[in-house]
Structure formats: C-alpha cells, structure tokens
C-alpha cells in the first residue's frame, strides 16, 4: 500500500545541518538529494509576477543565470522567454520568426523525497495566484435620433394621350406619330414609396394638357445605427470600430491640369473603447469609456474647381462628436451617454430645362427641396458580469438550429448543446460530501501529479464525478433521439466477430441482420417474444497475455428467457455488474426492433465520443449547454462493428443511474482504503 508521509527526522536533521554549515547535501554523511523538475504551465499570471508573489509566501526564486542550490529546495525559476513569439505579426513585414517551445511557464525544482514540500508551491500558484480575471460582456447600442423638416412642392405637366374628350385633330398629338404615349415636358421628382403626399391632377386644361400639383412633407425619427457586443476580462480595454474608410485625393496643380494624384483615407463611423473594473462581489463596474462618432455631412463635400469651373476633387466634410468619461453602475444596467448634436441643412432646386429659367412662368416648371436635419446620437452601454460556474451567460447565442455545423462537403458536423440535452445534476455536483472528496484528492494530486491518472483518484480529481461518464452517454443518447440519427445506419450494415471453426482460432465477420434471421428472428421483429438475444463481451485491455489480445472483440452468444422489461433491466444489470477478481464485461441484450434502434444509438454515441475525445466529453463539466459536440458522418453503404465499447454505451443509455450509484460506492470505499493510514486521511473523514 502506497503511503505519503512527511520526510523523516533524519533527512530533515541533514538538511538543517547542510544549510547551517553551507555544505551540499551529497557531503553529509554520504547522502545525496535527488533533485526532480517540472514545467508548471501558467494559464492566467505571468511568470515574472508569479515568481515576485511566490516570494512573499517565503518560496525560494532561483537566478536563472545560475545553478539551483539543492540545499534551497523546492527552487521556483520563471523560464526565460524567447525573443521569437510574437504571436500576431504585423502582416506588412517580413513574417517573423517564432519559437515552439512555449512561454508563460515556471520551472519547478524539488526534493524528490519531499514531494509535500512541492505541492505546497503548487498549491499556491493554483489557489492564490494564477487565478482568472472576471468575464463581462460590454453590449453598446448607438441610436440616431433625427428631427427632419422636409418641404416639397412641384407641377408635373404632360400632354393628354388621346382619351376621351379630346379632338381626334390635335396638332400636338399628330406629330406623336400615331403613337398613343404623352410627351411629357417636365416631370418633378416622387417622393419615397410610402411616403405621405398630396397628388392632385386636373385633366384637359387648355384641352391639351395633364397638370398634376405634389406635395410632400415628411418628418425623421430615430434609428439605430450599430448595436455591437463583445466579451472582455475585467480591467481589459476592449475596443469596438464600426467604420468605413472614406479616399480622399491630394491632387497637385500646374496651369489648372493634375500633376499628381495620391490618396490618403478618412475614418467615419463609430468608434467606442470601454474598460471596465469589477467590484468584489461583482454587483457594480466602474467604467472608462472613450466614445466617438463621426459621420459624412451632405451637401457639405468641398470642391476643387479647375478650368471652366469643372470639377477636379472633392473631400468630404466630417461632423465628429466624442465623448471621454467615467461612470459606475450597477451590473445589467443600461448607461446612457447622449447630448451629441449635430444640425444640418441642404436645399435642392429640380426643373424642366429651359422652361425652368423662364421668368416668373418659370416657377411652374420648378421644384424646391429643402431639409433641415438635426441629429442627436445617444449611446447606451450595458455591461454584464458573467457568472463564473454557469455556462450560460448574456453572451451565449439562444439556442437554435443556426449554430449547428450540418451538410458541409469538407468540414466535420457538429451540433450545439441545448438546454434540453442536459440535465439538472446539482443534487450531485453541488453535494457538500462529494466537493470534500474530490478537495482531498486534489490536494493528493497536486502533492503527487502522477496519480491524477491512476484509479481511484482519476474519478474524484479536477471536479470529477465517479460514474459521470454513463450520464453523459445518456445525454448523448437524448441527443441522437431527438435527431433521428438513427434512421441513416441499415441494420443490415451491422457486424460483429465470431470465431471461425474451419481455421482454428481465427476470428471470421458476421453480419448481424442475416445471423438474426437463422438464430434469433424475433428480434426482427416490433413485438416482444418473451426471449432475448445476449451479446457479451469480456475485457482484455489491461491483460498482459498475448493470446488474450484477440479475444475482446468476439462476444459470447446465447438466447434466454426475457418475459418483460423489468426482467430485461435486471439481466442487463446482473450481466454488466462488476465481478472483483474477473475480467470486466460488457453485455447486450437485444428483444426486437426497439433494441435494434437502441443499438444502433449506441455505435453512434461510440463515433461522437471517439471524435471529442472520450476523456474531455465524458466529464460533466464539460458537458454543458453551449458547446459545439463533432457528429459522425454516416452513410448508408458504411458497415458499423459492434464491440465492448457499442455495448458499454448500450447499457449505459438505459441504466446510467445504476452505473451512477454502483461507481459512487465503490470508488469511494476504494479511496478510503489508499488514503487510510496516510496525511489525508482526516480530509475523508468529514465526509462520513
């Protein structure tokens, strides 16, 4: 049985005596520190400041120009960076260099024989320096709100088409060559579709002639011009840049002709950096917020004129409105920054040519527009401090068919994790007994990293739960029922191993349809039978045996009596239980048809957890609302195996809270027997 003990008397009465007289450990009495290493990787901290706050704690920071003195140990050095990693290179310049090795990184000396003293650095960096920043998400909405005055008034004239009423000898409506359209003379530009306005037309005046009199006005409102979010950390700049670039020339002139022409680019949009600051308990954020808005005014373009008044260039005149201020608010509380005001006005004469410039009977052939614009801009800023245990949050995407990832000819599927598809395990997760378990453990493995992977700690380590893996299964399961993934496999595609009789211990593909059909038809078919047919699979992965190597995958066969679903449930249970002392198994019973599409699921669950890598999707944290899970592509001609793992996901999509509650109990008992008569074990005790 493996103990973790506290060094003993003598090493530390060695260690004290090497220090006090300045002597290496390995010229005291002939002992000899083994002195082990590790890379710490850093997720949130830099290592020069991790290195300055682990030396308040009394940790040791070594030079990294100099050996580690084994005397001092456990030595923290913070790995040099290199001067090869930017990360995002200025894409005009020659592509730089870059390092592999990564950075942000801790090298951790200690004393093999102490590895407590280790842990202790290890808890410290975890618990108390690299830790995250909080998450908010700043949402911002830019409103427009315009007060329009818009007065238009014209005559349309056009000459009658010939209706009724009207002399068949019109001189006019002959040289129309027959033709049965009107020559309109002039004709005053429409207002907008939808737009309110006067229409009145007076037929046959001067018998000749249609006149028809518009009128319009219009009035403006609000309108919302950008409404972007996005997700920072607290005390980060984030900065939103919704913009175009506008050309500008820079002509140079000799004798009124272009010698040059170049172009530089004048930025109009809206601009906004906020950075916002958290308060302890997260309930108010203090903000910085730099905020402008420019925009191009109409009508106010200047002109470069050359010879006989032709237009050479313009450039384009800029109303810019900026606000600079600070602000603290209440989380999910809208903040208003408005007052930024803008006025202008343009006027536009339309007219029929020539008879437009005639005097005072001109005035019936024109039409005078004009607008006066006064524009508000109001910003609303909105920050959101997200929680830090829930998946959800206000920057998650509602849950919807449109984030699923579907039909793409080259890239792999993938459906979104709805709140349907999960469910409410706080019972288990939040259970007060089951966090002091899994607290004991990590303090194991973070004193002894290489048990982190070893059974039992693997089951409780970094919030894991005993027997999670079977309620993910059944989630999954939930998944595909929904999606009718089914429906796509033929059961006539599906295999399984059987030993071949004609060549000794070879192993020979069976389909499973066409075996059905010759030992167990009822299978094929909707109604129970009252028998079931009983794949088992016995688990060889662990052995060490050659000849065992080829045995997991051919199942033992055999039909027994299954009168109902209560007694189909216990054969799975009582076949599927563990056996200490014999290899593991892995059963299937299949009924009729319905078992078939159970089956069928289950190799579908088998490729989906294969492709999000069984130990990432199979923990229930990570199975969450939001995430993106890869689905297998699957066609109708693909032939599918069935084997151990098809059938631990089988009987896992029925009976996952009995798999649940058998892991629960015998992981725990086999934690408490490696704890018991260690340091840590008095962590389990208040857990009885």
């Not at 908010?136 to 008034?153: H, K, R, T, Y």
């Not at 172009?263 to 600051?277: E, H, K, S």
């Not at 200047?302 to 600079?324: F, M, N, Q, Y």
């Not at 005639?358 to 959101?384: C, D, H, M, Y």
Request: proline share 5%.
């Amino acid at each position: 049985m493996r103990k973790y003990l506290s060094p003993s008397f003598t090493s530390l009465f060695l260690i004290l005596v090497s220090t006090l007289f300045g002597q290496n450990a390995e010229n005291t009495r002939g002992v000899e520190i083994e002195m082990k290493s590790e890379r710490i990787r850093l997720s949130y901290v830099d290592p020069s400041r991790c290195a300055q706050l682990l030396n308040f704690y009394g940790i040791n920071i070594g030079d990294p120009k100099k050996p580690i003195d084994p005397t001092q140990l456990p030595v923290v050095v913070a790995v040099p960076e290199t001067a090869f990693h930017e990360t995002i290179p200025d894409h005009e310049k020659v592509f730089p260099k870059t390092e592999t090795d990564p950075i942000n990184e801790l090298l951790l000396f200690f004393d093999a024989a102490a590895p407590e003293k280790a842990g202790r650095v290890r808890r410290i960096i975890q618990e108390q320096i690299d830790l995250p920043a909080r998450k908010i998400m700043i949402e911002a909405m830019v409103l427009e709100i315009s007060s329009q005055a818009l007065d238009q008034l014209g005559v349309e004239w056009d000459f009658n088409s010939g209706g009724e009423g009207i002399s068949d000898n019109n001189f006019i409506q002959d040289k129309l060559d027959g033709t049965n359209d009107s020559l309109v003379l002039g004709k005053i530009a429409y207002p907008a579709a939808g737009s309110a306005q006067l229409d009145a037309t007076i037929t046959n005046v001067f018998r000749e002639f249609n006149v028809r009199l518009q009128a319009l006005v219009e009035d403006g409102s609000a309108q919302v011009l950008s409404r972007p979010s996005v997700l920072t950390l607290d005390n980060r700049m984030a900065f939103i840049n919704v913009s175009e670039r506008i050309p500008i020339a820079n002509t140079k002139f000799v004798k009124d002709y272009v010698s040059a022409v170049d172009f530089r680019d004048v930025v109009a949009g809206i601009q906004l950096a906020v950075r916002p600051r958290i308060n302890r308990d997260g309930t108010e954020v203090s903000l910085q917020i730099n905020a402008a808005v420019s925009a191009r005014v109409p009508g106010k373009d200047e002109k470069v004129l050359g010879k006989d008044s032709i237009v050479l260039a313009t450039a384009p005149t800029l109303s810019i409105r900026e606000v600079k201020t600070y602000a603290r608010i209440a989380n999910d509380t809208p903040f208003i920054v408005g007052g930024l005001i803008a006025k202008d006005s343009e006027q536009t004469i339309r007219k029929v040519p020539l008879l437009g410039d005639i005097p005072f009977l001109g005035a019936l052939f024109r039409s005078k527009n004009e607008t006066g614009q006064k524009r508000e801009v109001i910003i609303v800023i909105t920050p959101s401090v997200l929680p830090e245990d829930s998946p959800v949050h206000a920057g998650m995407p509602k849950d919807d068919d449109l984030f699923d990832q579907f039909g793409h000819r080259l890239f792999r599927d993938a459906y979104r994790i709805r709140a349907e598809d999960t469910f409410d395990l706080r019972y288990l997760t939040e259970n007060k007994g089951l966090q002091q378990l899994q607290s004991a453990v990590d303090r194991v493995v973070t004193d002894h990293p290489q048990l982190s992977t070893e059974y039992p700690y693997e089951k409780f380590a970094h919030d894991a739960v005993p027997g999670e893996g079977a309620l993910v299964r059944r989630q999954i399961y939930e998944v595909l029922k929904r999606q009718q993934a089914s429906d796509v496999l033929d059961v006539e595609k599906l295999i399984f191993f059987e030993k071949s009789k004609d060549r000794g211990d070879g192993i020979k593909v069976r389909f499973l349809a066409e075996y059905l059909r010759d030992v167990a038809p009822f299978v094929l078919a909707k109604k129970q039978s009252g028998k079931a047919f009983g794949l088992c699979f016995r688990m060889h992965r662990n052995s060490l045996e050659i000849n065992e190597l080829l045995h997991e995958p051919v199942p033992e066969i055999k039909i027994v009596d299954c009168p109902d679903d209560q007694a189909w449930r216990s054969l799975l249970l009582e076949s599927n239980k563990r056996t200490p002392g014999t290899a593991a198994k892995q059963v299937i019973f299949l009924r009729n048809l319905g078992d078939l599409n159970r089956l069928k699921n289950a190799i579908l669950m088998k490729k989906i957890i294969s492709l999000n890598a069984s130990d990432y999707i199979l923990k229930l944290k990570n199975f969450t609302r939001g995430r993106l899970l890869r689905m297998p592509t699957v066609r109708e001609d693909d032939v599918e195996l069935i084997d151990a793992d098809v059938a631990t996901c089988y009987y896992h999509s029925e009976l996952y809270y009995s798999v649940l509650e058998e892991s629960l109990e015998s992981d725990y008992a086999a934690l408490k027997k490696v704890l018991s008569g260690t340091d840590y074990e008095s962590a389990l005790k208040e857990t009885r």
